[in-house]
């Protein structure tokens, strides 16, 4: 089929932030695929929004009770090819890191959002801290949460 011009890939909670991203690129014209994965069916959470905001959409449930069985990178290999599409995902860690690791094989930008427990949500406790590629570290509340995939997962 015809290819997106961005990839959006959401992991359980992480999808909420992502619908206004995706709305965001609607409007500026782009065709977006989208993927979700989570445990189960039951954490895919107002599936019908995202469909109806996405030209490709896809699913992925760890136990198979919605979608495909399995991980959700997995659906995106084959959407890759060709045309190169922006990734964004926003998720648990793991998924983060696959999508960047599927970025980086084929030569496509990528923003990962990262989620941190915040205390003070304000630049001061250090306490959402992670490293960077420069070889300092970034606080996740002032200075993400959005970063650059190379950023915090130099491969
Ligand atoms: Fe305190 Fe980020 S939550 S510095």
């Known amino acids: 089929g015809e290819q997106s011009d961005a990839i ?7 999808a909420a932030p992502l619908l206004y991203l995706l709305r965001t690129l609607r409007a500026a014209g782009k065709s977006v695929s989208f993927f979700y994965g989570a445990r189960s069916a039951s954490e895919l959470v107002l599936r019908d929004q995202y469909c109806g905001l996405a030209s490709v959409y896809g699913e992925a449930t760890d136990d ?32 983060l890191r696959a999508v960047a690791q599927l970025a980086q094989e084929h030569h496509c930008r990528c923003f990962v959002s990262l989620e941190a427990h915040m205390a003070c949500g304000v630049g001061a406790c250090l306490g959402c801290v992670v490293p960077i590629s420069s070889g300092e570290y970034a606080r996740v509340c002032v200075d993400g949460p959005v970063f650059a995939a190379e950023e915090v997962f130099p491969q």
Request: glycine share 20%.
């Open 8 to 14: 959006v890939v959401a992991g359980g909670m992480g």
């Open 64 to 95: 198979g009770s919605q979608g495909q069985h399995g991980r959700v990178t997995e659906l995106i290999s084959e959407e890759m090819l060709g045309k190169k599409p922006a990734l964004y995902a926003c998720g648990p860690e793991p998924m």
